[in-house]
């Protein structure tokens, strides 16, 4: 399945990039089994993001979702650090 | 009810002017402005040269509409305005306003805090201060997170 | 700290970047303003065609800086700005309005509808309302006086 | 004694004048007294005063002041009806 990956604020730079689309097994149909994977495939900055994962928040399709939630086709994934606008 | 996500300044008699041009029924206005205040929070040996901000397109407005169909539900409100910037920022300017319009004062007094007091906590937006030794993200605030939890004891 | 009694129109925007020109620490303000509705509060059948704003020259002031002073007592502000206009009002113009600027949004909140439940019940201000069909003297509100009344139970 | 009363809103329109400078004996030392004693010397506008007296407030030297309060020579004392301002 295809999954739009968007990053936000100080993930988007230590990423340094804002957005990556990636084709992944359908096995891997939560935020956590995504970032799990990828840190053990790419490692880099996907590790980084693992260790501080409870400092990161998730987005699916730009509801804030909980790490557990399920991924399907053509969803668009977003990790951020907590808000702090206003 | 208008969402305006924008870099550019906004004044605010002139919001207030257009929205009180469609409803001339409107008694009270309450508004919140929130500015860059010229001295980082923490460290005050720094220098505050600019406030970069940053937004989810399309998340943020929704999170927004949600924020303002909640404050309507909670009281009988004539119009909501909510204006954030984003981009670059400078000391003293303004970042958010939210205004809110209704026949009795109380209700605009408590729909205005208590859209403000959501935004900071589920309006996807982040800081970025940039002064003359560094440039760091903002770390959100507990009392936000408290000051929102309070709605929910109180009027839930 | 700052009140205004005057007969001309009055711009927020103005009066806000003023007040943050004096004072670039303020974080927030909060302000209410109130308007001049197209129609008597009572019968909707009258429509109003003037407002005249009576007032106290010399006890009106004292009253609001009592008002204002009582406000800093129980809050931490940066500045208050109090605005009323006298004279002919007509509909749709701007009253009044209260600006409360302070470092936590939450006093500012406060404090701006505390001032504004005082100054309903204790600045000596009468309205009259001139409509199609007759001139009154506009009746005061039970409710003012609750809502003057519930501050000293929850603060006092 | 030498008192200078003023007049505000519905009173001011029903006396026809804002202010009035009175000269009174020093035993009408409140304001109670005084618009009894102006009520039956001078009648009219006065009388109607005292018989809406519950709904009139009274201010002596620009303060809010209950209708005992005492007065003194050169004193400033305001009729006024229930604010409604704001």
């Given at each position: 399945?295809?999954?739009?990956?968007?990053?936000?604020?100080?993930?988007?730079?230590?990423?340094?990039?804002?957005?990556?689309?990636?084709?992944?097994?359908?096995?891997?149909?939560?935020?956590?089994?995504?970032?799990?994977?990828?840190?053990?495939?790419?490692?880099?900055?996907?590790?980084?993001?693992?260790?501080?994962?409870?400092?990161?928040?998730?987005?699916?399709?730009?509801?804030?979702?909980?790490?557990?939630?399920?991924?399907?086709?053509?969803d668009e994934l977003a990790f951020f650090p907590p808000i702090t606008g206003g | 009810m208008t969402i305006c996500i924008?870099?550019?300044?906004?004044?605010?008699?002139?919001?207030?002017?257009?929205?009180?041009?469609?409803?001339?029924?409107?008694?009270?206005?309450?508004?919140?402005?929130?500015?860059?205040?010229?001295?980082?929070?923490?460290?005050?040996?720094?220098?505050?040269?600019?406030?970069?901000?940053?937004?989810?397109?399309?998340m943020t407005e929704k999170a927004l509409t949600k924020i303002e169909i909640s404050a309507k539900s909670r009281w009988?409100?004539?119009?909501?305005?909510?204006?954030?910037?984003?981009?670059?920022?400078?000391?003293?300017?303004?970042?958010?306003?939210?205004?809110?319009?209704?026949?009795?004062?109380?209700?605009?007094?408590?729909?205005?805090?208590?859209?403000?007091?959501?935004?900071?906590?589920?309006?996807?937006?982040?800081?970025?201060?940039?002064?003359?030794?560094?440039?760091?993200?903002?770390?959100?605030?507990?009392?936000?997170?408290?000051?929102?939890?309070?709605?929910?004891?109180?009027?839930?």
């Amino acid at each position: 399945m295809k999954i739009n990956i968007l990053f936000f604020a100080g993930i988007r730079e230590m990423f340094g990039f804002h957005e990556k689309s990636i084709e992944i097994e359908e096995s891997k149909n939560s935020p956590e089994k995504l970032l799990k994977f990828l840190s053990e495939k790419d490692q880099g900055s996907w590790v980084k993001l693992l260790n501080s994962k409870d400092s990161v928040r998730v987005a699916i399709n730009q509801e804030v979702s909980d790490w557990s939630d399920s991924l399907k086709d053509g969803d668009e994934l977003a990790f951020f650090p907590p808000i702090t606008g206003g | 009810m208008t969402i305006c996500i924008q870099k550019k300044l906004f004044n605010i008699e002139k919001i207030i002017s257009n929205l009180r041009k469609n409803k001339p029924t409107i008694g009270a206005i309450v508004s919140f402005i929130g500015y860059v205040r010229d001295y980082n929070k923490d460290i005050n040996t720094k220098k505050l040269k600019q406030m970069d901000l940053e937004y989810y397109p399309g998340m943020t407005e929704k999170a927004l509409t949600k924020i303002e169909i909640s404050a309507k539900s909670r009281w009988v409100l004539e119009d909501v305005y909510i204006i954030h910037r984003v981009g670059k920022l400078f000391p003293n300017e303004p970042i958010v306003a939210v205004i809110v319009a209704s026949q009795h004062r109380k209700n605009a007094f408590e729909a205005c805090e208590f859209i403000i007091d959501f935004l900071k906590t589920d309006a996807p937006f982040w800081k970025k201060e940039i002064s003359d030794q560094d440039e760091l993200w903002v770390e959100n605030r507990i009392e936000d997170h408290q000051k929102k939890t309070s709605w929910n004891i109180k009027n839930d």
